[in-house]
């Protein structure tokens, strides 16, 4: 029976240590925020997850974004979707919204149910991504993140309920 109990454990034991989220291997004492769902119509899109250390978010410290797709959809899509939001914030240097649009399209796979990229902020430095636990890609302008991830934590967002959700004020 001990055997058992061993080689039961031994076969689970990647399991567990693949539970960690990317959150937890890139953002100190990572834990979450908030989350929420976002809805277009009636049509769920994903749920988000937020990130940050001791559960406490600031702009000024590393935090990350995972958005579990709920839909289908297209990498470039996402891409554009994001430029769009980016866009609505008051960004208007069209030449860094062209050369962040082209990095976005190499880096964004297309999504089904399920899916998982996670984005982690770094402050004055980069942005990477991660489809799952693989790394997918870096935009390495330090502007890049603080416009990004307002498209959810800005008071600018187009989705101010799932912003109250992510940050905690919901």
Known sequence: MRNILIVTFLILLPSFASANTVAEQYVADAKIVGSGRLNVYLFDVYDAYLYAPDGKWSNSKPYALKLKYLRNIKGKKIADKS?????????????????????????????????????????????????RDEKIGTIKDPEFGKWFFGIWLSENTAAPKLRESLIGLR
């Open 83 to 131: 430029i769009e939001q980016i866009r609505e914030q008051g960004f208007d240097n069209e030449v860094k919204l062209a050369a962040w649009h082209r990095q976005m399209i190499q880096i964004f796979p297309d999504v089904t149910d399920g899916s998982e990229l996670t984005g982690i902020y770094i402050p004055n430095l980069e942005t990477q991504f991660f489809n």
